[in-house]
């Protein structure tokens, strides 16, 4: 079956620190791949996705490369702001149309 | 709105009452899916709706939970005699057309409490 496996949190950064997630993957078939951001009483929103191997998902200046060869998808940011403080999930989808989503990682980004 | 809309946002209950939440998709979105996320369980598929197809049921954790969605656009999750271990966010989310590249987008949820 598929699953997603991410870095534990919770992590806490300096402001202008530089953030990595780690995501690796298991899936049948040709999975797409997306990073999820949940801010502090809020919803899940879409922050990037990858949808074949060697696309590289960017936004809000967040980045992640799909890796087959590894299969990861990591999260990285140069350098983060107070406003990147939220709940980070990896997700996949593959041919059932199912997201399986990782644990979430807990982000705090200090002044 | 433009985007996916759920309601009640909150939802109290007693053990044993049944309860009704609803999602409105983004117009236009042909695939539906309801999700749940809860302590120790993370984020779960119950489940999915495509166009006129059968849905797939897969994820729904018992036959308490029932879901329908007519006219290919509002949906309803259903579940009954509601257990303590029901509680949760219920997430719905829509798709443009189904597909393993589609983007899911998702509503503000349902926080459930049973008592």
């Known amino acids: 079956g598929n699953s997603v496996t991410q870095m534990e949190g919770p992590v806490t950064l300096s402001e202008e620190a530089f953030l990595t997630i780690n995501c690796t993957y298991t899936?049948?078939?040709?999975?797409?791949l997306f990073w999820y951001v949940q801010y502090p009483g809020e919803g899940l929103q879409l922050l990037l996705k990858?949808?074949?191997?060697?696309d590289k998902g960017s936004n809000k200046g967040f980045e992640a490369t799909y890796r087959k060869e590894t299969t990861s998808f990591h999260l990285e940011k140069g350098s983060v702001q107070v406003s990147d403080s939220a709940v980070y999930f990896c997700?996949?989808?593959?041919?059932?149309?199912?997201?399986?989503f990782g644990a979430g990682t807990t982000v705090t980004v200090r002044a | 709105g433009a985007g996916v809309s759920q309601s009640p946002s909150n939802k109290v209950t007693e053990k044993g009452k049944d309860v009704e939440l609803r999602c409105d998709p983004i117009s236009g979105h042909t695939a539906l899916y309801w999700y749940r996320q809860s302590l120790g369980q993370g984020l779960e598929f119950l489940i999915y709706f495509q166009g006129n197809s059968a849905p797939d049921k897969s994820g729904l954790p018992s036959d308490r939970f029932s879901a329908e969605r007519t006219g290919g656009s509002v949906s309803t999750l259903t579940i009954q005699r509601t257990q303590q271990e029901d509680s949760a966010v219920y997430l719905c989310?829509?798709?443009?057309?189904?597909?393993?590249?589609?983007?899911?987008?998702f509503g503000d949820g349902t926080r459930l409490s049973i008592l």
């Open positions: 899936a049948t078939g040709y999975p797409s």
């Open positions: 997700a996949l989808c593959s041919n059932d149309y199912k997201l399986s």
């Open positions: 989310a829509s798709s443009l057309r189904q597909g393993a590249q589609q983007p899911q987008h």
């Open positions: 990858a949808t074949k191997a060697d």
